[in-house]
Structure formats: C-alpha cells, structure tokens
C-alpha cells in the first residue's frame, strides 16, 4: 500500500469504530477494500484518460468531527441561497441542525440526516445505501461508502408533492488540516410524487477541502424530480460526484448542472430508463477560469422502449481551464422508438484553454431517433461586428455575445433566485464583465 493510502487506512480504522451496527462496519470494510485495490485513477483509465488525480492522491484530508458554527453561519448568510425551502446542512460533511430547518413538512414524506435514518431505521435505509450506487461502480463511489456517515435521506409517498424545494447545502469552510466529506443521498420517490432538489456546494475563499458526494434515486411510476446542482467551490477545492438515477414508468428526471468554481471537478451522471415513457434531461454550464479542471461525464441507459433522453452541456473557458465533456447513450436491444438527443458546445477564450468533448452512441434497435453533435470555437467575428458596427464597444460586446451563449441552459432554470446567482456569477466573472443592470 502507498504512504497517501495508508494514511487513509487509518483514518478509516478510526471512524469505522464508532460505527454501532455490524452490517455497517462489514460494508464499509469491503468499500475500503475496493478502494484499496483500485486507487486512484491515472490517465492510464480510459473513463479518466483527461483527468488526472495524482495531486489530489498525494493530498491527505482528515475528516472533520465538529465545525465552527460562527464561520458557518457567515458562510451561509454571505454566499447561501435566499431560497423559501425546506432545508437541510453540512459543514465539512458534519450535519449542523442549528442552520437546517425541516419543519412543515408532511406525514407521508420524510427527509432526515443519512446519521439518523441508520440509527432508527437501519434495515430501510440499508437496502437504498448502495442499490444503484455500489461499490463495484468505481473508486470515489468505494470511497464514499467507506466512510459515509453523513448525507440525507428522502422518502416521499404515493401521490405526494413537496410544496416547497429542499435545498441541501454543503459548506465547506477554510480549516487547518483540509477536510474530506463524503456526502451520500439516498431519493427513493413514490407512484406520482414530485420533488423539486436543489444541492448548493459553497467553498469559503481559500477552503481546499475534498467532497465526494454520492446521490441515488429511485423513481417508481409516473414520479417527478427536479434536480439543480450549483457547484460554487473556491479555486482550491476538490469535487467528485455521482449521481445514480433508476426510473420507472412514465417518470421524469431534470437535472440541471452549474458548475463555477473548484480547482478540480468530476461529475458522474447516470440514468437507467427502465420502463416506457421514462424521460430524462440534463443541462448545464461548465464555467472554468485560471487553471480549473471540470470534467463531466453522463450515461443514459435506455432500457425499456418509447423512452426518451435529451442532453444540452455548454462550456465556457477562459487562462488556461480544462474542460471534459464526455455523454454516452446506450439503447438496449428491443429497445424501440427510443428519442435521444445530445449537444455539447463549448466557448474558448484563450488561446491556452482546452477542451476534450466525446458524444458517443451505442444503438442495438433499429427505430429509433438518436442524435449527437459538438462544437468548440471562439467568439463568431460577424456577431462583434454587427454590435460594434451599432455603438457598442469592443470589451462590453465580447461579454453580451458570451452570457448570450451560457443563457441558453441557464435560462433553463426555474428557480428565479438560482437563475439570478448564477446568471450574476457568470456576467461578474467573465474577462469582459457584463453589468446587468444596465442590460
């Protein structure tokens, strides 16, 4: 074993010993045990073949037994959404009741701390902890079960909405040693539900902790989830996330994905389409500035006829940013009229930015509608011109034409306190900064 595993091991030894069941503790045994064996990926792995881990490798991260609830607090006023929502949030991967706020919410749904649902109801949450997302899946998934002790749980009846969003919020405050949170979020959403999810990620200015979160989700017939994930790292945080989606009948998943910020990013997306009418949509904005890494990949299973799955991912990046975008749909044989569509466009503004995009298909049926297509450029001349040629000056044209391309898949969000973050974060950040108050 090399020195950065071993110091692992035994931070792993230290936290699997509180654990109180023997279920537990065995599970968690055998995801460190994958996680041993498989370490971390090089390039040399094909599904990592333009991301490298080797400087998170060398890092050591401890995990954090309790926070400071003052610079938590100002964390989350300052940078936390203003959002009416049921909430729910952890600091350095601690789940802090003091910032949550879960009340109001009906009998037949249930959203709890991953901490509390295994300590009163260990059977029911063991049999969702894993069922998508195994430890078979790769390493950081290994990972986080090892040492996941933290996260949520969400349960929604037969025929139940959410009124409001949940919104979870992870905080990750600047600390000396650097943390790691291993997040795990467990969906399991009932005939004809709705729920509408928001994950915040917030870095402190100068943070350099790891999160590897981990959400699975079952869908059963005709239910609906609304996924927003906006990922607001400092420049020297380090995120890995996977998200696990099993739908059945008729249900529906949306998924919109804002990444702005981190050192370096993954994010895993899979969707199975296991029964007829099953749809799924994914979105989203790589935003990447100085020398950010954000690495995407997504995986569309349509397993089951008359399913249909669309994919819109933009990345806009600027210095000397890295952007990978990587979307694979498989349509499983007998698997007709299946409606798949996927685009990935990307905006260069450096000469010295870079971008690896690979759209794939793999179709085994023959009456389908599938499409693909990528594009990576720079800022089209006759569109400058033909603002310039109107009054407008160079440097405020450059930056209208690009949140014009990144508005495309924001405006896609329906939350407006999300839109407007997002859409302010962008036009604020850009080299040719937009101020939208005068638009």
């Known amino acids: 074993m090399n020195q950065p595993l071993s110091s692992y091991a035994e931070t792993f030894t230290a936290f699997n010993k509180e654990a109180e069941s023997g279920w537990l503790k065995s599970q968690r045994i055998a995801a460190f045990a994958r996680f041993e064996h498989l370490g971390f990926p090089t ?22 037994a309790d926070y400071d609830l003052t610079a938590a607090k100002t964390l989350l006023e300052n940078h936390g959404l203003q959002l009416d929502a049921h909430r729910l949030v952890l600091v350095n991967g601690v789940y802090s009741a003091e910032l949550s706020d879960l009340s109001g919410i009906q009998d037949a749904v249930v959203i ?51 009124k409001k969003p949940l919104l979870l919020t992870y905080l990750s405050t600047q600390v000396e040693p650097a943390t790691m949170a291993h997040p795990r979020v467990l969906i399991a959403a009932g005939s004809n539900s709705e729920l509408q999810l928001v994950e915040h990620f917030v870095g402190a200015e100068g943070a350099a902790n790891f999160t590897n979160r981990v959400l699975e989700g079952v869908l059963e017939r005709n239910a609906q ?17 996977r998200v696990q989606i099993e739908q059945k009948r008729d249900s529906r998943y949306t998924c919109h994905h804002m990444n702005l910020g981190g050192k370096l990013v993954r994010d895993d997306l899979v969707a199975d389409l296991n029964g007829e009418g099953a749809e799924s949509s994914f979105s989203g904005l790589l935003f990447g500035r100085n020398r950010q890494h954000l690495d995407i990949h997504s995986l569309v299973n349509h397993n089951a006829p008359l399913t249909n799955s669309f994919e819109n991912y933009k990345a806009i990046l600027n210095d000397r940013a890295r952007g990978v975008f990587n979307g694979k749909v498989i349509v499983k044989r007998d698997s007709q009229k299946i409606n798949a569509q996927q685009n990935n466009a990307n905006l260069l503004l450096s000469d010295q930015a870079e971008m690896d995009t690979k759209p794939e298909l793999e179709i085994y049926a023959d009456d389908v509608k599938c499409s693909h297509g990528a594009t990576t450029g720079q800022l089209n001349e006759d569109a400058l011109f033909y603002l310039r040629a109107r009054g407008v000056d160079e440097q405020q044209a450059r930056g209208l034409l690009t949140l014009a391309f990144a508005n495309e898949v924001i405006d896609q969000l329906d939350l407006p306190e999300v839109y407007q973050r997002v859409e302010t974060a962008v036009a604020g950040q850009l080299p040719h900064k937009v101020e939208l108050d005068l638009l």
């Open 225 to 241: 989830l609304r996924h927003t994930l906006l990922q607001t790292g400092s420049d020297q945080e380090w995120w890995v996330g």
């Open 43 to 64: 390039p040399d792995v094909e599904r990592w073949k333009y991301t490298d881990t080797k400087l998170l490798a060398k890092r050591h991260f401890q995990l954090a």
């Open 112 to 162: 709890e701390p991953l901490s509390e649902a295994l300590n009163k109801e260990l059977e029911l949450t063991s049999g969702m902890m894993g069922r998508l997302a195994g430890i078979d899946v790769d390493v950081f998934t290994a990972m986080n079960f090892a040492f996941a002790g933290e996260g949520a749980v969400i349960r929604i009846g037969n025929n139940q909405q959410l």
